[in-house]
């Protein structure tokens, strides 16, 4: 079972586009554009996944239902899930456009399971087998989190997660990690970025600047089936920038290049076809990443929507 997890909350001040900041906030009765409750047994599709019957096996009296034109929500509250389902649908467009892609065909509406008490979720933990210290998770294509309504979040983690999703759907037989974390990383700190400013916010994505003798060599990047341990905070910082450094070269190769991945076809000699012209060799396409991914600055994204 491939599993995209959550980053481990230490790590989220350093790769978010804003810090984590909790604010206390009181729950507030759901308005009249409160997301619409659907019985279960009215659903238009069901989770095929096996851990969405563990999630909702615990306290099962507890979870509502309802759906958007992309997602399928199970939840407790609707004042905690109505904002997650908007800026689920404004990342699907954001993503969705930024792929290039349209819908696909007889396509499968992603689950979204959203639980509030810690105590459920330390149960949903141990059912599924779970890290301990995972705040959520993809899984075969639905998302499973933990949002307590005493907080407010403000960060780019539920865009990263809907990113995953999404392209679950578009590239089903999986991506390379370095790629799924990537992209993920990319289009969601844009689209945070942009979601914010349409609500007033001032707000604008970074891309963090790694010191060159951090760097992980791209050999060793790309064949990496899941973050390390002992290197998560580069990896998915240099895993963000190369992702950005190849699409800011050529964004039209950069998707030829996604779509070859998705097929399995190898990244080096892939790489240097898609890019021929821009990167002679191996060497070369390692030498101008380590000069781009030194730079700090505030990115000028290509994000459709930005």
Not at 36 to 56: I, M, W
Not at 277 to 283: D, L, N, T
Request: charged share 20%; aromatic share 12%.
């Amino acid at each position: 079972m491939r599993l995209s997890k959550f980053l481990p909350s230490s790590l989220f001040l350093t790769i978010s586009i804003v810090p984590l900041t909790w604010a206390q906030s009181t729950p507030t009765t759901a308005g009249l554009n409160a997301l619409p409750e659907v019985e279960f047994s009215r659903l238009s599709q069901r989770d095929p996944n096996p851990l969405g019957e563990k999630a909702l096996a615990i306290h099962p009296e507890q979870w509502k239902h309802g759906e958007t034109e992309h997602f399928i929500y199970h939840f407790v509250d609707s004042f905690v899930v109505t904002p997650i389902s908007v800026e689920a649908e404004f990342h699907y467009r954001v993503v969705a456009k930024e792929l290039e892609r349209e819908q696909p065909a007889g396509d499968t509406k992603s689950h979204i399971y959203v639980f509030e008490r810690p105590a459920d979720w330390q149960q949903f933990q141990k059912l599924g087998r779970l890290e301990p210290w995972t705040g959520g998770i993809h899984s075969q294509g639905s998302l499973f989190i933990v949002r307590n309504p005493a907080f407010k979040f403000s960060n780019n983690t539920l865009g990263h997660e809907i990113a995953h999703l999404i392209l679950h759907r578009f590239y089903s037989d999986a991506i390379p990690c370095w790629l799924d974390e990537g992209f993920a990383q990319y289009v969601s700190k844009g689209a945070h970025a942009s979601y914010q400013r349409a609500r007033g916010y001032i707000s604008k994505p970074h891309s963090q600047a790694i010191a060159t003798q951090d760097l992980i060599p791209l050999t060793v990047l790309v064949a990496m089936t899941q973050p390390p341990s002992e290197r998560v905070e580069i990896f998915y910082n240099e895993s963000e920038r190369f992702v950005r450094f190849l699409a800011s070269t050529d964004k039209p190769r950069f998707l030829a290049l996604l779509d070859a991945l998705a097929r399995h076809q190898p990244f080096d000699s892939t790489v240097l076809r898609i890019y021929a012209g821009e990167f002679a060799s191996a060497a070369v396409l390692e030498e101008k990443f380590r000069d781009y991914a030194a730079k700090d600055s505030e990115t000028s994204s290509q994000l459709a929507g930005e």
